[in-house]
């Protein structure tokens, strides 16, 4: 009898062991998952839980940290930026501009987090203002600052822009410091949503490995 091949990049698990008799009684487990298996992209201390069960713990620890994106010309690594503020517990994503944004790359983790749309920066200013969230753009223009040199400040929301454009002038003007990213290659810059994730570690560095 040949011996059996497992995938070993198979995501996730499969039925709960021993059927129905042994389920956990936690009303948190989802009935459907525990009988076919749970394939999500997932931490390994949620599965089989309930999508509404996860929101409800991440809530009880978000981290101060917000993030917006303006999507000006529904860039592609939205996506890629919303993952990795879920990667970071983030309290909350914001749309900054167009209502529809690129999902592909957000690997369904928009789920789990809290995300808006508004309508336009002076808005989003507004908005920030009165809930006392220091506003820190990302972005390698003239005046910017090393991010490896700076604290990010606890309170505050880290701006990105487009991957063609960058931060808009209306948004670099309210910005209260905006940082880049040094580099030591040949390309001008890197990728935004490679830049997001960076800048979400850097402001992780400070504020939740302690």
């Not at 009935?31 to 992209?41: I, K, S, W």
Request: net charge negative; with cysteine; charged share 25%.
């Amino acid at each position: 009898m040949a011996e059996e091949r497992i995938d070993s990049r198979e995501v996730g698990v499969g039925p709960y062991p021993g059927g129905r008799s042994a389920w956990p009684e936690d009303a948190r487990l989802d009935p459907t998952l525990l009988e076919y298996g749970d394939r999500r992209n997932v931490a390994d201390k949620y599965r089989y839980w309930r999508m509404e069960a996860i929101v409800a713990d991440l809530d009880s620890s978000r981290s101060a940290l917000e993030v917006a994106i303006e999507n000006l010309d529904h860039d592609f690594n939205i996506g890629s930026i919303v993952r990795s503020a879920n990667a970071f517990n983030a309290e909350a994503v914001h749309i900054v501009g167009k209502k529809r944004w690129n999902r592909r790359g957000a690997m369904v983790t928009d789920r789990y987090l809290h995300v808006d749309n508004v309508p336009g920066p002076e808005q989003f200013v507004q908005m920030m203002v009165r809930r006392g969230k220091t506003i820190i753009g990302i972005d390698n223009v003239a005046g910017s600052t090393p991010i490896e040199e700076v604290e990010l400040p606890r309170d505050c929301v880290l701006v990105f822009g487009s991957e063609s454009e960058g931060l808009s002038e209306q948004m670099r003007a309210n910005c209260a410091a905006i940082h880049h990213i040094t580099q030591y290659g040949s390309t001008r810059s890197i990728n935004v949503g490679a830049a997001a994730a960076v800048a979400m570690w850097a402001w992780a560095r400070v504020h939740l490995s302690r």
